[in-house]
């Protein structure tokens, strides 16, 4: 007895889509955009960094974790691959925009998952974060946003059936076949962002349009916001935690743009903050043989992964390669000594700017 035409289409229907269902789940599972299933290999290395936040979070909540040492700061840091230390193991926890209020939600978050305190903390703070406007512009969800979607019962299944989930999959196998620029995109294992030296005439535009903005909405339209008491919340009850921090080396144009637009009081009090609140502060924010040279940045801020190995050296006492002016280890006893040498050195750039 032969099936109606009706139930003959019906059956085909439902036959294409589940198909197509069980392609979609076998690709998002495969090449992973979310990182949440952890089939690694050469071929899907390469990943979209779509939702930093996200990816991070669930690559922590649903893959084996434990490290000594975890690393946070901006899209800056993220370009910064940890070195093969012996008997250490680095989580580079870095994301576009991460502010300060966010470290302790995912520090808290990723120890828990681990079971136990981080031997090492590093942080890289970028002075522009203290500029309170900037938090009506923040495009991002709180940490505990990520953090809750990742622990749902369904997030896995969620993603692996997702047709959003699947654009994401082709974009990384356009990646990794070689098709599209991975540049600013992530190799997954090293949990760092890929950077491909740019165009010069295009990275002089770049550079003159932050300039600009930089003077305008970030140096310009300011009010000081202290985040000495999200470092105080990062802090509290981890007395068994080393804190490694760092300020992030912008370029001398943005360095002459903060002096232009009367940040310096500004400054120094973020400095004074992050010395009463750590300790000690490696600084890398001033005008030294890296930050005059725009070689070694993609644009006017987010520096080579070299100067990052150079950042790393000096944090980690390991054996140091890059110039001699890099870097200065600032504490109580010569904070005040050290900006204002900070101050006249950056004011060297402002004195240089109008001179004949």
Not at 193 to 204: A, T
């Amino acid at each position: 007895m032969n099936f109606p035409s009706w139930k003959k289409w019906v059956l085909s229907v439902l036959g294409g889509v589940s198909a197509l269902q069980i392609l979609v789940v076998a690709l998002n599972v495969a090449v992973d955009p979310l990182w949440c299933f952890g089939f690694y290999s050469s071929w899907n290395d390469l990943s979209e960094g779509f939702d930093e936040r996200q990816q991070k979070t669930n690559y922590v909540n649903f893959l084996p974790f434990s490290h000594d040492t975890i690393l946070l700061g901006s899209s800056r840091v993220t370009y910064i691959s940890p070195p093969e230390v012996p008997g250490r193991s680095f989580f580079n926890y870095a994301v576009s925009s991460m502010k300060p209020r966010e470290y302790a939600p995912f520090v808290d978050f990723a120890q828990s998952r681990q079971g136990r305190p981080f031997r090492l903390i590093i942080l890289g703070v970028d002075f522009f974060g203290t500029n309170g406007r900037l938090r009506s512009l923040d495009a991002f969800a709180p940490p505990k946003t990520y953090i809750e979607h990742a622990q749902s019962p369904f997030s896995r299944w969620s993603t692996a059936t997702s047709f959003g989930a699947l654009s994401h999959s082709l974009v990384d196998l356009a990646l990794n076949a070689g098709w599209k620029n991975p540049d600013g995109d992530y190799r997954r294992r090293a949990l760092s962002r890929v950077f491909l030296i740019p165009d010069q005439g295009e990275k002089r535009r770049v550079v003159e349009e932050q300039r600009a903005y930089y003077k305008e909405h970030i140096y310009g339209d300011y009010f000081y916001d202290s985040p000495y008491g999200d470092y105080s919340s990062l802090l509290k009850n981890r007395s068994s935690t080393e804190f490694k921090v760092f300020t992030t080396p912008e370029s001398a144009v943005l360095l002459q743009a903060l002096l232009e637009e009367g940040r310096w009081e500004d400054y120094a009090r973020w400095m004074r903050e992050l010395v009463e609140a750590f300790g000690a502060v490696w600084n890398f924010m001033y005008v030294n043989r890296i930050t005059a040279d725009l070689g070694n940045y993609k644009d006017a801020h987010h520096f080579s992964p070299q100067v990052g190995e150079y950042i790393m050296q000096r944090l980690l006492g390991i054996p140091y390669e890059g110039p001699e002016d890099f870097g200065l280890l600032v504490d109580a006893s010569n904070l005040e000594e050290h900006l204002a040498w900070v101050r006249q050195n950056i004011g060297e750039l402002q004195k240089a700017s109008v001179d004949p």
